[in-house]
Nanobody, 121 residues
Framework: QVQLVESGGGLVQAGGSLRLSCSASGRTFSSLAMGWFRQAPGKEREFVAAISRISTRIVYGDSVQGRSTISRDNAKNTVYLQINSLKPEDTAVYYC??????????????WGQGTQVTVSS
């Protein structure tokens, strides 16, 4: 079993930056592929980014391509999402997810509780 806890969300003005963190416990972190998703009010869940076990494969969703960076520190059991040039449409609850996958997964097995990101105009 894996437990995921997100942190780093908050209120930020448009054009600013945030770094979200997700700490994992319950099993060997380095065995997990990790991903970030977000869901805004009234909208479907949206893929943001994913990273493989040793960071050899990384992919971003179209909405954050070019202004976000996903990274991980396996020694700290933590995955990060840096978002720059924030826009009001980035406002959402951001979720961390994990999968028992060598490479990038199509399905995720574990989910965090989410952290709220609000971007003001």
């Amino acid at each position: 079993q894996v437990q995921l806890v997100e942190s780093g969300g908050g209120l930020v003005q448009a054009g600013g930056s945030l770094r979200l963190s997700c700490s994992a416990s319950g099993r060997t972190f380095s065995s997990l592929a990790m991903g970030w998703f977000r869901q805004a009010p009234g909208k479907e869940r949206e893929f943001v980014a994913a990273i493989s076990r040793i960071s050899t494969r990384i992919v971003y969703g179209d909405s954050v391509q070019g202004r976000s960076t996903i990274s991980r520190d396996n020694a700290k059991n933590t995955v990060y999402l840096q978002i720059n040039s924030l826009k009001p449409e980035d406002t959402a609850v951001y979720y961390c997810a994990a999968a028992n996958s060598v490479y990038l997964p199509s399905e995720y097995n574990y989910w965090g509780q989410g952290t709220q990101v609000t971007v003001s105009s």
